[in-house]
């Protein structure tokens, strides 16, 4: 079973600030099946990438995602009030979906 | 409206049984996986099962297989798990997800808003 790592495990940041999250695996995510959600307290999580790097339909470019095999990166290229949350990121396609345990992006 | 809507969730003592049902609406049912995935109470996101599209293909998490079936009706778009010999770990937020393709696990591009599971004596 792959674990999926995320670090850090509490972002502190201000609006308008850059925000870059890691999700590390214990062995190599095949084709690159890595995705990244958004949970907002008391919401169901939001599909942000997948694929590792394909934003899903309705999210802003400033979410991009990168990385390949074992190492992974969500990027907030600049930080709105709307996207302090809690950001997990999944591998998926090997018959399971396994989640990190996620990142929370506060405001500092 | 493209909405999926879990119904079932409660109180049920340690060993007992639980069926929870999803009901999708707005999109093609048929050409979808669908998911749970399931939240304990101030926890992270735990990927509990997954069925293709046609029904034949069928995952679990290793904490419930066995104890948990996951099936579809394609005739009435509605996703169901079947949960027996509940634990007290499986006390959570069950979500029901429309996957984005039709075939082996991918990613849940739809989600429903939830039903809580809780299993206490």
């Known amino acids: 079973e792959i674990v999926l790592t995320q670090s850090p495990g509490t972002l502190s940041l201000s609006a308008g600030e850059r925000a870059t999250l890691s999700c590390r695996a214990s062995q190599s995510v095949s084709n690159s099946h890595l995705a990244w959600y958004q949970q907002k307290p008391g919401q169901a999580p939001r599909l942000l990438i997948y694929g590792a790097s394909s934003r899903a339909p309705g999210i802003p470019d400033r979410f991009s995602g990168s990385g390949s095999w074992t190492d992974f990166t969500l990027t907030i290229s600049r930080l709105e009030p709307e996207d ?25 | 409206e493209v909405q999926v809507l879990e119904s079932g969730g409660g109180l049920v003592q340690p060993g007992g049984s639980l069926r929870l049902s999803c009901a999708a609406s707005g999109f093609t049912f048929v050409n979808y996986a669908m998911t749970w995935v399931r939240q304990a109470p ?11 599209g046609g029904g034949g293909s069928t995952f679990y998490a290793d904490s419930v297989k066995g104890r948990f079936t996951v099936s579809r009706d394609n005739s009435k778009s509605i996703l169901s798990l079947q949960m027996n010999s509940l634990r007290a770990e499986d006390t959570a937020i069950y979500y029901c997800a429309k ?8 990613p849940q591009e739809l989600w429903g808003q939830g039903t809580l599971v809780t299993v206490s004596s």
């Open chain 2, 99 to 106: 996957d984005l393709s039709y075939g082996v696990v991918t």
């Open chain 2, 42 to 52: 101030g926890k992270g996101l735990e990927w509990v099962s997954s069925v293709s």
């Open chain 1, 84 to 108: 302090f949350a809690v950001y997990y990121c999944q591998q998926y396609g090997s018959s399971s979906g396994t989640f990190g345990r996620g990142t929370r992006v506060e405001i500092k």
